[in-house]
């Protein structure tokens, strides 16, 4: 079964429930006040009894992870008091708690006391989207264009950005814009924002249309020129792109290495390696100890399969302390393909911190168990779980693949059943156990776990392309099935490699080879992967093409000898 790694996903931040407060009440201006001292969130002396009373209370909700009810006490404190720091504390607890009426309420009673503070206008901003009211979303809008510290232009740069994070919510977002830039037609920061939310549309054509106006309007713009080549890239008009960010580095010469590296990052996005190796390796011509780019060339040398290369440039960034712990986890990885498992084990304990720790000490588990200490690694992924409960699941998922990836099919299995047992229905659980089924023969309960996670999820691409390829492997009367499954998975990840090769496999198995090959050699170019480049020989091998699918099976060896379908594949075409 072909797999193909989860895919992140970003959750709303306001919930569309609440909790209506009962503190929001009118102030009672006759009721008596004592005198009794208290500090407010700003230190601010608070002589109010009720006040005194509320901010207590809120203090002591908070204190227990009570967000909701903390934030809903100080809002019943200012009723008495008129401390914006405590209405900006409110409403962060409420963002918390996850409650919209709450964040709105606090929002409101931050921004009456602070008129001129934008983030209050931010928050407002966002629940007048996420409620698709145009007007409110328009005030808040506009307030912020008019009063950023930048000026308007920023201004509307700043709403641009606010406005992308907001998915889902794309209509309202767009009749504010084009009210707005109604409103400032000389304000190329209108056309900037409009340009920018086109784009997380995917509405290439508007997006270039709106950044080349905002260009024209103000050429000597970097942020303009920089969105630009964004849209340029998205539109595939690479050449244009490639000069636009060369008059860029020599207008700005002291910015130039993170210009090209920001752009070789879209390229990346844009399936476009080549190009953007290009423009690493320009940085380390006119900078040869820049770490970003040494850091950019090594990966790209490590997705080729220079295994050799990569280990040169991380060891030389394996000793600097930005750079070193990320370096030394890749030139454990490299160890662990090199199958030098002592050295990798050595490696993966120095990565004592940074992003990479946690996954440094997983593949420790991992290098374990290749070397027959199942117990061990096993042992050390259970204490993991127990000192690190949120990442719970995601040891779970360690301990499963780990196992699968050392054979060790049956306890792959017993660790899925015991983590779905904890995490009933989970479909990463799910995903994992199905791929143990299908090794194990047992594709009937392979399919189920498949359907099941598309019965919670009919759009899980993933899960669409793997059942679409594992249906490709049997009757033929199931073909058609399997090809409208990864059809649809690829209109959800048009990109994918993947999903791309899992659509040459079943266009070979139909009988379109041409197409096949077309598809696969796509896949193959996005990423060198094994099985894709077992397939790719494959279908090369049956078009008469047997020098070509030599080549491409040689240069897959050199990287992945042990690979199983690779070396089936060769064995059984070319023995």
């Known amino acids: 079964m072909h797999r193909r790694l989860a895919p992140i996903t970003l959750a709303s931040a306001l919930l569309a429930t609440s909790i209506a407060p009962n503190a929001w009440a009118q102030k009672d201006d006759d009721a008596p006040v004592q005198t009794v001292e208290a500090e407010s969130t700003s230190g601010a002396t608070v002589t109010d009894p009720e006040a005194r009373f509320h901010i207590m209370a809120g203090e002591m909700a908070a204190a227990r992870n009570e967000p909701g009810l903390a934030a809903a006490e100080f809002l019943a404190a200012l009723r008495k008091v008129d401390d914006p720091a405590l209405a900006a504390r409110a409403t962060g607890l409420a963002f918390t708690a996850g409650s919209a009426n709450l964040v709105e309420l606090a929002a409101q009673r931050w921004l009456e006391l602070d008129a001129n503070n934008m983030d209050p206008r931010e928050v407002l901003l966002a629940m007048n989207l996420q409620r698709n009211e145009v007007e409110g979303a328009y005030t808040q809008a506009k307030a912020i264009v008019e009063g950023h510290g930048g000026g308007r232009e920023d201004g509307f740069r700043h709403v641009g950005v606010l406005m992308v994070q907001q998915p889902g919510k794309n209509d309202t977002a ?21 340009a920018l939310l086109a784009l997380r549309q995917d509405r290439v054509d508007t997006a ?3 950044i080349r106006k905002a260009v024209e309007l103000n050429p000597d713009s970097r942020e303009n020129v920089l969105l630009l080549v964004g849209v340029l890239v998205r539109a595939g008009k690479l050449d244009e792109a ?45 900078d040869a100890k820049n770490k970003d780019a040494r850091y950019a060339l090594a990966v790209f040398q490590l997705n080729d399969n220079d295994l050799d290369g990569a280990r040169k440039q991380f060891e030389q960034l394996s000793k600097d302390i930005d750079r070193g712990p990320d370096a030394r986890f890749q030139l454990g990885r490299i160890a662990e393909q090199q199958k030098r498992y002592d050295d990798a084990l050595s490696l993966y304990d120095s990565v004592g911190s940074g992003p990479q720790a946690l996954d440094a000490a997983v593949r420790r588990a991992a290098v374990l168990t290749r070397l027959g200490r199942v117990d061990q690694a096993r042992e050390t992924l259970h204490r993991m779980r127990d000192q690190f409960p949120p990442l719970r699941e995601r040891l779970l998922l360690a301990e499963g693949e780990m196992l699968l990836t050392a054979g060790r099919r049956d306890e792959a299995l017993a660790a899925y059943n015991d983590g779905l047992r904890e995490l009933p229905g989970n479909a990463d659980l799910l995903y994992g156990r199905s791929l143990v089924f299908d090794q194990l023969g047992r594709s009937a309960e392979a399919e189920a776990d498949l359907r099941g996670i598309l019965k919670a999820k009919p759009d899980d691409a993933r899960a669409l392309n793997a059942l679409g390829y594992m249906l490709s492997n049997g009757s033929k009367d199931r073909l058609p099935e399997a090809r409208d499954l990864i059809e649809k998975a690829l209109k959800l990840e048009p990109e994918d490699p993947a999903i791309i090769d899992s659509l040459g496999w079943i266009n070979f198995k139909l009988g379109k080879a041409e197409t096949a090959k077309d598809l696969l050699a796509k896949a193959h170019g996005i990423t060198p992967d094994p ?3 077992a397939h790719l020989g494959e279908v090369l091998w049956t078009l008469g093409q047997r020098d070509q699918a030599k080549a491409v099976w040689s240069d897959a060896l050199k990287g992945s000898p042990d690979h199983e379908v690779l070396k089936e594949t060769i064995k059984r075409l070319s023995p």
């Open 174 to 194: 767009i009749a504010v814009l084009d009210r707005l830039s109604s409103e400032y037609p000389k304000e190329s920061g209108a056309y900037y924002a409009t």
């Open 208 to 210: 270039e249309t709106a």
């Open 242 to 286: 490639d000069r636009s960010i060369e008059a860029l580095t020599r207008k700005y010469p002291k910015e130039s290495a993170d210009m090209r590296m920001a752009y070789a990052k879209l390229l990346v996005e844009s399936q476009q390696r080549d190009r953007a190796r290009q423009q690493v390796e320009r940085i380390l011509k006119a």
């Open 531 to 533: 099985e894709i480049a």
